[in-house]
């Protein structure tokens, strides 16, 4: 039987994958964001997930207004990098799992989340970004991903309740998996921001850290948060925080958390990133 061993929350603003990417990671303005992630990378390396369910939000590089799936699980071998207008990022290929992706779907359809299912898709921050806080620049990504979109960029988003009973959804299906994987969930996007119109800038720590802690120890009142709520308090884009819920779901109601990082600013956004270990399933070290 596959499991969920654990849960990795991080924003994902493209800045960040800009100053990998260019030699930038030392310097004063972002040496202290990668060090947050310094844990992070060790952590991962030990971990060594068999594959990454990654829950993101496309931002109009696969999708555009004419075509807002709500909820969309990547099905394919390969996920090539999308062009966000400076040229693909210079990082792998993502590769899927087309096996476990497509057990994944069905097992959803079933149970009632009606998923679209792409067999066909460029991937653009929002999956590469934390990637790369993760792993670094490597040759290649060392495990399967299995993209997870969502919209949150076309209201209405999927409430935080709906993202949160998805991700139990989720824990059901790979643990319907025959094949012993040990599966990490990424939850991406947030924390507070706002990108446009006279608020742009906003930020909400306050907020933000409040999150953190009723997402750690309180999901199910985390989950009920409205989405005016996040607009009103932590700015238009924070919103993204609902795909967080995705992973929390999918974990255990009480976890262990190993990390935790809160860092403001990385360009428009406070940056938020959590590793949350299960409890009941096995370790977290590959045997
Ligand atoms: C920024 C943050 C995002 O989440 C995003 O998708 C694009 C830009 C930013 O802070 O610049
Ligand atoms: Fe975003």
């Known amino acids: 039987m596959a499991s969920i061993f654990a849960g990795v929350t991080t924003s994902h603003v ?108 460029e991937v653009d921050h929002g999956l590469t970004v934390p990637l790369s806080l993760m792993f670094g620049q490597p040759a290649a990504w060392p495990c399967p991903v299995i993209p997870l979109a969502v919209n949150v960029v076309q209201y209405p988003p999927p409430s935080g309740h709906r993202c949160y009973m998805l991700g139990k959804a989720i824990r059901r299906a790979v643990e319907s998996f025959a094949a012993p994987l040990r599966v990490a969930i990424f939850g991406t996007g947030g924390m507070s921001h706002q990108l446009q119109g006279p608020r742009a800038g906003l930020i909400n720590s306050e907020f933000d850290r409040n999150f953190l802690d009723r997402f750690v120890h309180e999901p199910r009142q985390a989950a009920g948060i409205p989405h005016i709520e996040y607009v009103r308090e932590a700015g238009s884009e924070s919103i993204e925080l609902v795909m967080w819920l995705i992973a929390r779901g999918a974990l255990d109601d009480v976890v262990r958390e190993v990390h935790r990082f809160y860092h403001v600013p990385a360009s428009n956004t406070a940056v938020g990133h959590l590793i949350l270990e299960n409890t009941t399933t096995q370790g977290t070290k590959k045997p």
């Open 14 to 121: 493209p800045a960040i994958g800009a100053a990998l990417d260019n030699g930038k990671s030392t310097d004063a303005y972002w040496q202290p964001l990668f060090a947050g992630y310094e844990f992070s990378k060790r952590w991962i390396a030990e971990a060594k997930p068999d594959a990454i369910i990654l829950v993101y939000n496309d931002h109009a590089s696969a999708f555009s207004l004419d075509l807002i799936p709500t909820f969309a699980i990547g099905c394919a071998a390969e996920f090539p990098i999308a062009d966000e207008g400076w040229g693909p990022r210079a990082v792998p290929p993502v590769t899927g799992h087309p096996e476990l992706a497509w057990h994944i779907a069905a097992s959803l359809i079933l149970d009632e989340f009606d998923m679209t299912i792409v067999n066909k898709m």
